[in-house]
């Protein structure tokens, strides 16, 4: 139901991805009147659950948690729960997703705090593994090593590496840099890497996650999400000027015309599209958002990654991961989570 | 002396610095030996002030500061502290520069720790000066109130704009989003301009950056340091693509070649060299820095960046600004400055 466009998007991706995996079941969760559509596909590994409730895009998380107690959201994450669905895919209202996955999952053993990981194109043409996204706005050095943990078994799992490299982003590539919160996580992670729990890199820097230096950037979710946002907002400009130069005027849009190939080439390298679908880690069930702006090629995508995800058995590769590291994950002090 | 060329650079800047600038005057402090050809420019508004010591980019702080007494740096700092230059100008090593800066200027009353204001060209076709940029990387409440004030004054200088706009960075619009420091932040910088202190906008996101939702963007210089650098890399990374794409066979090349006066003006458009030339704010003296890669071209932008801000009266009106909100600015807890 989520998402800035909802059914009239999540349904054609949802059939579309059914075209393409050929063993998939989905259980779509919402309205019954908006996904009367599916009744006609003739398919028989789809089925409607229904909700009688949605959760807008604006509500606040107290209202999403507490008075929409069968919102589709709640729904889809109660069938993980329950063993019903492998995972579940929204669009709809992060921290509300959030705030309900983590009510009604519970987090992990040894995980203080979900991450929310997101994969972002780099120059090497793969992409790099980023989280903290935006959960987390007050982050220790334990979290960051959870952070670590979760996101080297998120890319071992759905990217076919078995050590992933580690980056911890910060200020510069020196062990002296940082505030004290980086400067203790780089310790802690040396002290896993050295425990054979990670491959630690070192540290990166913003540069670092488009260069594709690190297979997975770990961050405080304040840091993340603006960097995240900072990139999209100076790819938007940047794509804004180039249209721009090329509808200038009546030579520039034959060239155009003719650039048509390259200029299509380049859009496909740059395309987010094929990131879309973001993990929440540390829960105990598999919970993946789409961008809320997605469109159905993107939300297929996000369909995809948590289908690969589950398939991977990411979630008992994430408590593994953290099971082995549990020496070094004492609790972290209480900071106003 | 300075930046990854040194006088190959910065000499022919200077040169066409006062070509454009026919009431400037330089004083070119470094190695006598490097600097010999300023001898044969007949202008005399240019002279040499020898230093015997030249701070390498990778020189510990340390040493910069303690052992490097008759640096470039230093002495061209002393300049300023003594009243014999108006401004200092390097592309050397950010952190000596910033310490030294610090040492021998001191801050200005009622300002804790001086902060990296640079300009970011934004969609709007103008720039975003966002601040802080790396020099602290534990910021309270009061310290980011200092920094808006002292981002105010400079766009108030240099931008032609009697009320800048100001921004707080945050991972959402709202008042309830984000950290303490950053919600206590916003409750400063509200005030503030309840008392006419400043304008102040509201929170603002990553993307507000290069979109120029605000005149200036307020932040931690280690959020402001990954923002910045994590878009540096998106914007190699996507150049790079784009050059590919155009050099892929000897199609593209033909269009690239076609297409040649539109690249041009989009380059121009995202040409940061430009907005060369961060202002170090904070300090009871004008300081600026150039990137250290910079080429001629931006290097003399950064000599009209400070030139512009000497002549506008800078120092004075941080100094105005910071003494006008004094009873907003208690001092902040020491937090491992």
Same mark, same amino acid.
């Given at each position: 139901?989520?998402?800035?466009?909802?059914?009239?998007?999540?349904?054609?991706?949802?059939?579309?991805?059914?075209?393409?995996?050929?063993?998939?079941?989905?259980?779509?969760?919402?309205?019954?009147?908006?996904?009367?559509?599916?009744?006609?596909?003739?398919?028989?590994?789809?089925?409607?659950?229904?909700?009688?409730?949605?959760?807008?895009?604006?509500?606040?998380?107290?209202?999403?948690?507490?008075?929409?107690?069968?919102?589709?959201?709640?729904?889809?994450?109660?069938?993980?729960?329950?063993?019903?669905?492998?995972?579940?895919? *929204?669009?709809?209202?992060?921290?509300?997703?959030?705030?309900?996955?983590?009510?009604?999952?519970?987090?992990?053993?040894?995980?203080?705090?979900?991450?929310?990981?997101?994969?972002?194109?780099?120059?090497?043409?793969?992409?790099?593994?980023?989280?903290?996204?935006?959960?987390?706005?007050?982050?220790?050095?334990?979290?960051?090593?959870?952070?670590?943990?979760?996101?080297?078994?998120?890319?071992?799992?759905?990217?076919?590496?078995?050590?992933?490299?580690?980056?911890?982003?910060?200020?510069?590539?020196?062990?002296?840099?940082?505030?004290?919160?980086?400067?203790?996580?780089?310790?802690?992670?040396?002290?896993?890497?050295?425990?054979?729990?990670?491959?630690?890199?070192?540290?990166?820097?913003?540069?670092?996650?488009?260069?594709?230096?690190?297979?997975?950037?770990?961050?405080?979710?304040?840091?993340?999400?603006?960097?995240?946002?900072?990139?999209?907002?100076?790819?938007?400009?940047?794509?804004?000027?180039?249209?721009?130069?090329?509808?200038?005027?009546?030579?520039?849009?034959?060239?155009?015309?003719?650039?048509?190939?390259?200029?299509?080439?380049?859009?496909?390298?740059?395309?987010?599209?094929?990131?879309?679908?973001?993990?929440?880690?540390?829960?105990?069930?598999?919970?993946?958002?789409?961008?809320? *702006?997605?469109?159905?090629?993107?939300?297929?995508?996000?369909?995809?990654?948590?289908?690969?995800?589950?398939?991977?058995?990411?979630?008992?590769?994430?408590?593994?991961?953290?099971?082995?590291?549990?020496?070094?994950?004492?609790?972290?002090?209480?900071?106003?989570?």
């Amino acid at each position: 139901m989520g998402g800035d466009h909802g059914p009239a998007v999540t349904l054609p991706a949802c059939r579309a991805f059914l075209q393409s995996h050929p063993h998939a079941h989905l259980l779509l969760v919402g309205l019954p009147d908006a996904l009367r559509e599916v009744a006609g596909w003739v398919d028989g590994r789809c089925s409607v659950v229904p909700a009688t409730e949605v959760v807008a895009m604006d509500d606040p998380v107290e209202v999403a948690l507490r008075r929409k107690k069968d919102s589709s959201m709640r729904v889809a994450i109660t069938l993980v729960r329950d063993g019903q669905a492998d995972a579940a895919v *929204s669009a709809g209202n992060t921290g509300a997703l959030m705030a309900i996955a983590r009510y009604v999952l519970k987090t992990l053993d040894g995980i203080d705090r979900p991450a929310i990981a997101t994969q972002i194109p780099n120059a090497r043409g793969g992409a790099t593994t980023m989280l903290d996204l935006g959960a987390n706005v007050d982050c220790s050095a334990e979290h960051l090593l959870q952070f670590a943990l979760m996101g080297s078994a998120l890319v071992a799992a759905t990217g076919g590496r078995a050590q992933p490299s580690v980056g911890l982003l910060n200020i510069g590539e020196e062990v002296i840099k940082g505030n004290d919160v980086i400067k203790r996580a780089g310790q802690l992670l040396r002290e896993a890497a050295a425990r054979g729990d990670l491959n630690f890199h070192g540290n990166v820097e913003g540069n670092d996650i488009f260069k594709g230096t690190t297979d997975i950037v770990v961050c405080d979710g304040f840091v993340g999400n603006v960097a995240l946002k900072a990139s999209e907002g100076l790819a938007s400009m940047v794509g804004g000027f180039l249209r721009e130069e090329f509808e200038r005027n009546l030579y520039t849009r034959l060239v155009a015309l003719l650039a048509l190939p390259v200029l299509r080439a380049f859009k496909r390298r740059v395309d987010h599209r094929r990131y879309n679908g973001a993990a929440l880690l540390g829960l105990r069930g598999l919970v993946f958002k789409s961008h809320g *702006s997605a469109d159905a090629l993107a939300f297929e995508h996000a369909l995809a990654r948590a289908y690969d995800a589950a398939g991977a058995q990411l979630l008992q590769r994430v408590q593994a991961g953290i099971a082995h590291a549990a020496p070094l994950l004492v609790p972290a002090p209480a900071a106003g989570d």
